[in-house]
């Protein structure tokens, strides 16, 4: 890992994924993990893919303002992959015009590949928007140098 992504990650309280501070009660599972960590209890009351979408955008309208910016987008790469995992069969459909992507985009005043992230997920589609995500990760030229 690089050392600029440690210190943003050290910015924002630690690790990516499973950090301590979720893991410190009760005995460690295979992977490391304790039975009772935040996500796998949300995920275990039914609110898992909604929560994972809700963080992603959190963490990608935050991102270009918090001073830690790689490591905003690596934590939304990562619950955009987790809301993927728990994506439900038949999805509810969406009133986009209640509060459409692209308008929040420029509310926040994102553009490009952050804008197109944010409207992907308000389409309820966290590949694209993990896509949309790693293309601006690669345009600030330090993804992939870990």
């Not at 963490?59 to 939304?76: H, N």
Request: net charge negative; glycine share 10%; hydrophobic share 40%.
């Amino acid at each position: 890992m690089s050392t600029e992504l440690d210190a943003d990650l050290q910015k924002i309280g630690g690790p990516v994924v499973h950090p301590g501070h979720y893991n410190a009660c009760g005995e460690k599972d295979d992977d490391g993990t304790v039975k009772y960590e935040p996500i796998k209890v949300i995920e275990a009351w039914g609110w898992g893919y909604p929560f994972c979408m809700a963080c992603a955008v959190k963490y990608i309208l935050r991102a270009p303002f918090k001073g830690s910016e790689r490591a905003d987008l690596e934590k939304t790469l990562w619950y955009l992959e987790r809301a993927q995992k728990n994506a439900p069969k038949r999805l509810p459909k969406l009133d986009a015009g209640a509060c459409g992507g692209l308008e929040v985009a420029d509310a926040w005043k994102l553009s490009g590949h952050l804008a197109n992230a944010i409207e992907a997920i308000g389409m309820d589609s966290p590949i694209t928007a993990a896509h949309h995500v790693t293309l601006h990760l690669m345009d600030l030229g330090r993804y992939g140098d870990d």
